[in-house]
């Protein structure tokens, strides 16, 4: 399969770039986000980064969540005019999801899950879910139910950042969900499109359960010029960083179809939208699939009900 191993995924990649029409969709000067609460996650990364920044410049008061500080973007936003703040988070410990929601001051109207990784080996997270998907997956879902539970988020757009690499995905492991084996090297861009597989059923079934109130979108940005992999082994970058430089999109371009799906009025009304870079396409069966949706987010839910509990 095409998005079963790092090589095949990143020519996959490069031919998408290459090959594939992306022509942009207006935002109107209408499509603006003054006093909006949003909150980035991932905002310090390659994607995350413009994203926040052009929230901002749409008037959006932008909460910037990573593991590092976002001081920098911040400070760099306010000299521009913007408004935005930097709450740091470790989306490896639902302990630290519970400070940075408490840490919420306003009821936000959009939020965007952009963090994500690709570790180059399977460990545990805080609470012992698998790593991949505890912060691809679960820590969004666990984000999104506890500003809920919080009333924190009761209207407004949520846009998830996934990848195709969930085609890969063909089924959900219900049993396994979250467990923290071992995958070794060989098996990670198959474990990065299972966790998308899942984030990406999560995002559809949550666009059918909290509609009409919160309008759930998702997309793949497509090949962007990051740090996502960042834990590649050295040999692995003599070929990933050439490439990424010559192939891939810089990020402040495969942001623009992420900040149109989260203010675009042209969507008002939709729910469920899933984007590759601009053009929208229906995500995969096992995403696609009602009845597994409903059970995965269910299963989801009571999962961190135990494992968040004290
Ligand atoms: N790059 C691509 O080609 C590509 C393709 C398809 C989809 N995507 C998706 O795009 C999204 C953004 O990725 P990117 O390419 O911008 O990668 P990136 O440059 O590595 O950025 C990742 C972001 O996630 C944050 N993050 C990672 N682990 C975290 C944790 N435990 N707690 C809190 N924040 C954490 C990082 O924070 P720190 O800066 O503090 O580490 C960073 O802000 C991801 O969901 C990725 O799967 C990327």
């Not at 090959?19 to 207006?26: F, V």
């Not at 950042?161 to 396994?176: N, P, T, W, Y």
């Amino acid at each position: 399969m095409k998005y079963r191993s790092a090589f095949t995924a990143t020519l996959v990649a490069v031919r998408d770039r290459v090959a594939r029409p992306n022509r942009p969709l207006a935002l109107s000067p209408a499509d603006r986000l003054d006093g909006v609460d949003a909150l980035v996650t991932g905002a310090t990364g390659g994607l995350g980064r413009p994203i926040a920044e052009k929230l901002a410049a749409r008037g959006a008061r932008v909460t910037c969540a990573a593991r590092s500080s976002a001081a920098a973007i911040v400070s760099g936003i306010e000299a521009r005019g913007g408004r935005a703040v930097d709450r740091p988070v470790d989306l490896e410990d639902l302990r630290s999801i519970d400070a940075l929601v408490a840490s919420i001051d306003a009821p936000l109207g959009l939020v965007v899950l952009c963090a994500g990784i690709v570790p180059a080996r399977a460990r545990p997270t805080a609470q012992g879910f698998d790593v991949m998907i505890g912060v691809n997956y679960l820590a969004s879902a666990y984000l999104v139910e506890r500003l809920r539970a919080a009333g924190k988020l009761d209207h407004g757009r949520i846009v998830v950042v996934a990848s195709e690499s969930h085609r890969s995905a063909e089924h959900v492991d219900f049993e396994g969900l979250g467990v923290a084996d071992d995958y070794g090297m060989g098996g990670v861009m198959r474990r990065y499109g299972y966790s998308k597989a899942l984030l990406l059923a999560w995002a559809q079934e949550s666009a059918r359960r909290l509609r009409p109130a919160i309008a759930v979108h998702s997309i793949c940005p497509g090949p962007v010029e990051s740090r996502i992999a960042r834990e590649a082994p050295r040999w692995a970058h003599a070929l990933l960083d050439p490439t990424m430089k010559a192939f891939f999109s810089p990020a402040d371009l495969a942001a623009e179809p992420v900040v149109y799906l989260a203010c675009a009025s042209a969507l008002e009304g939709r729910t469920g939208v899933y984007f590759h870079r601009w053009i929208e396409k229906r995500p995969s069966e096992l995403a696609c699939d009602e009845a597994v949706a409903s059970r995965l987010y269910d299963a989801t839910y009571e999962l961190l009900a135990r494992r968040s509990a004290p």
